[in-house]
């Protein structure tokens, strides 16, 4: 029933907030995104449908909702789209494999993109889920794991999101 409702409200906020311009995190939506959490920011955002599905799926909304801060390298719907879909339909009906793909996106504390670039080519970054990330510099742009972070410094009530452009899975 939990998961349910847990379902219906993430679906609702899609309702809500379809205004929200496809992939641009800077669309006007309600309220600032700074007064929403990382959850709400964003599904308002319109373009992590297939996060939010994945997050829900993995029980994991409740935590992103909570207190934090969390820095969350979130991918796009297009970056789940590079998964294969049998991959993906098989990770999303594994729970505590899908927790640990999440989980692995996000790391404790605020960490903004200032902070990042100060870090060195090949810093290693401990996750959430407990392994560790590979920040790289490319061409001037950051990189986590290989994924091309595309989007920085979306603050959130409980943090910050960097947007990247692949999922990146724990070793």
């Known amino acids: ?7 219906g409200v993430v679906l609702a906020s899609f309702v809500s907030f379809a205004q929200a311009k496809k992939g641009d995190m800077a669309a006007p939506v309600a309220a600032p995104a700074a007064q929403k959490d990382i959850v709400d920011t964003a599904v308002a955002a319109g373009s992590f449908k297939t996060l939010a599905t994945a997050l829900t799926e993995a029980g994991l909304i409740e935590t992103l909702k909570g207190k934090g801060p969390f820095t969350v390298f979130a991918p796009t719907d297009e970056a789940f789209a590079k998964v294969p879909k049998k991959d993906l ?3 999303l009906k594994d729970k505590k494999k899908l927790a640990a793909v999440l989980t692995y996106h996000v790391v404790s504390g ?8 100060k870090m060195k080519d090949g810093s290693k970054v401990k996750t959430v889920q407990g392994s560790e990330f590979t920040l790289g510099l490319k061409d001037g742009k950051v990189m986590v794991d290989g994924a091309n972070v595309t989007k ?11 947007v990247i452009d692949s999922v990146i899975m724990p070793k």
Do not use: P, Q, R
């Open 1 to 7: 029933m939990k998961k349910l409702l847990l379902t």
């Open 89 to 91: 339909e098989a990770l």
């Open 110 to 117: 605020k960490v903004m993109a200032a902070d990042v670039v």
């Open 152 to 162: 920085t410094d979306i603050e959130t009530s409980n943090g910050v999101i960097h």
